[in-house]
Structure formats: structure tokens, C-alpha cells
């Protein structure tokens, strides 16, 4: 094991490992009021709305959800930014869902994570696809805006 210079890291099978005590911090913890139901029941109706066929379609009412520096992880592993959704979502059919397992937890007083379990299915039946939904809203000039979502398949004995 050698020891980097003046880093306070010491080097082991190639890798730097921190060879310091964490620090702890006497800050007081940060009291943050938990959302309030007018702010769940808002972001639940936004999170509700973009599942929409009548939003999804609609460049315009996107455009009205998402922020400019909007980012998805989608559940697909790739990942997408504002325009690339709207794209995508234009020309996309539609299909019935369900939101079970909804959280609201604020981050700050104007930011807000959500948390879900959404189940969906084609139109036509068939079987539902479960994923585990996250999202980052931002209240900017009187509104929700999303900055942020994720969407992961959920294993077979979640569903």
C-alpha cells in the first residue's frame, strides 16, 4: 500500500481508498415541513395527467410539464432529455394505467420528490408491465414543473 502524496489517500491493488476519518458536522438537522395534501394531491393530478393519451400527445402540454433542463431515465436504460420525449411521446398510442403506492416527500420548500408504482396495459387488456416511478418537481412562478423522472421494471414478485 503506498501512500498518495498530500492527499490524505492511499493507494491499494490500484485503486484509491481514503485513508481519513469522515468528519462529523454539529449542524443542526434541517427541519422541513412535509408536503401539505394540496401539494400531494397536485402533483399526484400532474404525475396522473402526462399518462394521458390527450397530454402525451400534445407537444404544447408537455412543453407545459416539463422544465427546460428536464432529464428521464427511462425504464428502457436509456436516457432522454426534453425535446427527445416530446418527440417520442407525439406519435405513441395509448394505453390505461394505475397509480398505487403514491408518496410525496419535499426536498425543500419549492422541491418535491414523488414515488409510485405504476401499472400498465395495452388498450386492448393483456398483461400489465409494473414499474417503480420517481420524480423530481420544481415549483418555479406559481407552478410544478418536472425536472427529473425514472422508470424501473419492477422484479415479478413486486407486481
Known sequence: M????NTGLQRTA?????????KTFAAEPIAMAQPD???ERQLRELEESHLRSDVRSSPESMRA???EEFVEFGS??????????IA???GQSGFNSRIDDFVVRALSPEVALTTYRLSAWSTSGGHARVTLRSSVWVHRAGCWLLVFHQGTLAS????
Open 76 to 85: 428502457s436504460g436509456c436516457i432522454y432529455d426534453r425535446a427527445a420525449v
Open 14 to 22: 490500484g485503486f484509491a481508498v481514503c485513508a481519513l476519518k469522515p
Open 156 to 159: 415479478e414478485g413486486a407486481a
Open 65 to 67: 410539464l416539463l422544465a
Open 37 to 39: 395534501t394540496n401539494i
Open 88 to 90: 417520442a411521446l407525439s
Open 2 to 5: 503506498s501512500r498518495l502524496a
